[in-house]
């Protein structure tokens, strides 16, 4: 590692507890002084974790592809042709590719970018990702004080045309919910007391239970956002844990708006039952579990809460293709209808700002189960 390298790395530590990065060394090698100056200024203006970690991902893939492309870095601002050459190597059709070698993103530059772990798709991008790339290098582009070409007709002529003509069916991001019955499943596999067990156990039912919380706000859960409330009556009156979870600014929330979600019964059981064991009295609530039955002191990665819902989904007999961490966030407000309780009810505890998005899943599970699809049930 050289000794530029090195300095940046060091750099990155700094905003590591704002902004977790679980490859910083990768990330070292492909930003900039000027990119790291830019993202500590960026968490220095307070934005929020999940963007700042968008906007890091999406940066060093950004400076990736520049140099596989271009043989140079990004440049600020980046000119029109170059906006273009983004769009042509990443909305492309694959049936015309079949005829045409050329058509799209070139093999050595496709290799390079795999070669560098940066580049998982095979194919075409999707649009989103296009949009959301564009829009963070306008953003980075802003943040530097320059102005580009984002919003040049002829981009948006590029993209619009680049989608119409290769049509693609939208998925879901867990192409099946996690719902009670599944989520039984799930659990079933966290039947012993060992750490990881207690960690999994935890994660799933405080995932599910707080509304279904997306994986960062998972990952990135502390324990100084946990408090205690006074036990609830259940419907046998016995006395219920309730425990509140401040999640703060979250994708949804406005800037000063503190977001509170509640857990009640097994759910807060089952969370203290992992702190007590795990001897976490603050930080990071869910972390790594090494083979020796060590607990990491530091978060776990976002993309590790998916692994976990992967590996129990495995073990529970399941597809693990079928399901996400992003079932556990459908599947609740699918089960939420399937029990009959309110919308606006089930949306107070998901976050949901979206009547329309959070309907939908009310919506499907209405109709999978209504009279209209049972006309010759």
């Not at 707080?210 to 706000?217: K, V």
């Amino acid at each position: 590692m050289s000794d530029a390298v090195r300095i940046r790395a060091e750099q990155l530590d700094t905003i590591a507890s704002v902004l977790p990065i679980d490859r910083r060394d990768k990330l070292a090698e492909l930003l900039t002084d000027q990119d790291v100056e830019t993202l500590k200024h960026l968490v220095n203006e307070g934005m929020g974790e999940n963007t700042l970690r968008a906007l890091t991902s999406d940066l060093a893939y950004l400076e990736a592809w520049s140099l596989a492309a271009t043989g140079s870095p990004l440049p600020w601002p980046a000119p029109e042709a170059l906006l273009l050459k983004f769009v042509a190597h990443h909305l492309w059709d694959p049936a015309k590719r079949e005829g045409d070698p050329d058509h799209g993103m070139p093999a050595e530059i496709v290799q390079v970018l795999r070669d560098g772990g940066v580049l998982r798709s095979l194919g075409p991008h999707a649009p989103d990702t296009v949009r959301r790339r564009l829009a963070n290098w306008s953003t980075l582009t802003k943040w530097r004080g320059a102005t580009g070409a984002f919003a040049s007709p002829a981009l948006k002529s590029a993209i619009r045309l680049a989608v119409r003509a290769v049509p693609r069916q939208r998925r879901r991001k867990s192409a099946k919910a996690v719902t009670g019955d599944v989520l039984a499943k799930l659990l079933a596999t966290c039947g012993n007391n060992s750490l990881r067990d207690l960690r999994d156990r935890a994660i799933l039912m405080v995932a599910f239970a707080s509304g279904g919380r997306r994986r960062s706000e998972v990952a990135g859960l502390r324990k100084e956002q946990l408090t205690m409330e006074a036990p609830v009556e259940g419907e046998d009156g016995s006395a219920l844990p309730s425990m509140a979870i401040h999640l703060g600014r979250t994708k949804t929330s406005g800037a000063d708006q503190d977001e509170v979600v509640y857990l009640t019964g097994r759910p807060v059981d089952a969370l203290n039952a992992w702190l007590a064991a795990a001897k976490i009295e603050s930080g990071a609530v869910f972390r790594a579990v090494d083979r020796w039955g060590n607990v990491s002191r530091r978060a776990l990665d976002p993309k590790a809460v998916n692994d976990i819902v992967k590996q129990r989904v495995k073990l529970a007999g399941l597809e693990p293709g079928e399901f996400s961490a992003h079932g556990l966030r459908s599947g609740y407000l699918t089960e939420a209808s399937n029990r009959g309780i309110p919308l606006p009810e089930a949306m107070e505890q998901s976050r949901h700002r979206s009547v329309q998005q959070a309907s939908g899943y009310y919506n499907n599970a209405s109709r999978r189960n209504g009279r209209a699809s049972r006309l010759l049930g």
